[in-house]
């Protein structure tokens, strides 16, 4: 079964500094990766996702994704933060089911302080 | 992009009471919704594939008889809260999976449901 894990519940960077959420995936399969970004009391906004092709995805907001086989790894990745990017920040996978359900990471608060 | 949308975005009702929360597809059909629920501070867990035309799959744990799920159109899928209690306050979200398929689902912007 497809699963992710997140690594941090709780990152906080300076404006301007690197942004980097871990997420690492657990499948037997090349999986699909996603992340998603909520905002608070909102829905869910994709940022970028992983479907085989390139390794690195390049999302909105300047944010990217390096997918890295050998390290089972998926981490989300931006070169300044801004104050903006406060957030709830979710890692997800596609089943293989014939639903494709996707499964998500417990999610990693980012904070931006000034 | 493909645009989700849910009614109500919030809802407060008394215990015992039932409620119907409903997932649009905009601009495309989709034959498959899901629903999800979202505690205070957590993540989104999947509780049921709505597949048009036939009966949810619930995931194990969710209560079918008290999360009744409808998707009679393909763009549109309900999901009733019967008998609600203080514990089935949440944040529920759906999504929606184009058709034809694609990898993307569209998630709408989620419904706030407190039970008093």
């Known amino acids: 079964a497809q699963s992710v894990t997140q690594l941090g519940s709780h990152v906080s960077v300076s404006e301007g500094a690197l942004v980097l959420l871990r997420c690492n995936y657990s499948?037997?399969?090349?999986?699909?990766l996603f992340w998603y970004v909520q905002y608070p009391n909102q829905g869910l906004q994709l940022l970028l996702k992983?479907?085989?092709?390139?390794?690195l995805v390049k999302g909105i907001n300047g944010f990217e994704a390096e997918f890295k086989k050998s390290e089972t790894s998926f981490h989300l990745t931006k070169p300044s933060a801004h104050m903006s990017d406060a957030a709830e920040y979710f890692c997800a996978v596609r089943t293989y089911s014939s639903a494709s359900k996707i499964i998500f990471g417990s999610g990693t608060r980012l904070s931006i302080r000034p | 992009g493909a645009v989700v949308s849910q009614h109500p975005s919030r809802v407060i009702c008394k215990s015992g009471t039932s409620v119907k929360i409903e997932c649009r597809s905009l601009d495309f059909q989709a034959t498959t919704m899901f629903w999800y629920r979202q505690f205070p501070k957590q993540s989104l867990m999947l509780m049921a594939t709505s597949n048009e035309g036939s009966k949810a799959t619930y995931e194990q744990g969710v209560e079918k008889d008290k999360f009744l799920i409808n998707h009679a159109s393909l763009t549109l899928s309900t999901l009733t809260v019967t008998s609600a209690h203080p514990e089935d306050s949440s944040f529920y979200i759906c999504?929606?999976?184009?058709?034809?398929?694609?990898?993307?689902?569209?998630f709408g912007p989620g419904t706030r449901l407190t039970v008093l």
């Open positions: 499948s037997s399969v090349p999986p699909y």
């Open positions: 992983y479907t085989s092709a390139a390794t």
């Open positions: 999504s929606a999976r184009e058709v034809p398929s694609t990898d993307t689902q569209y």
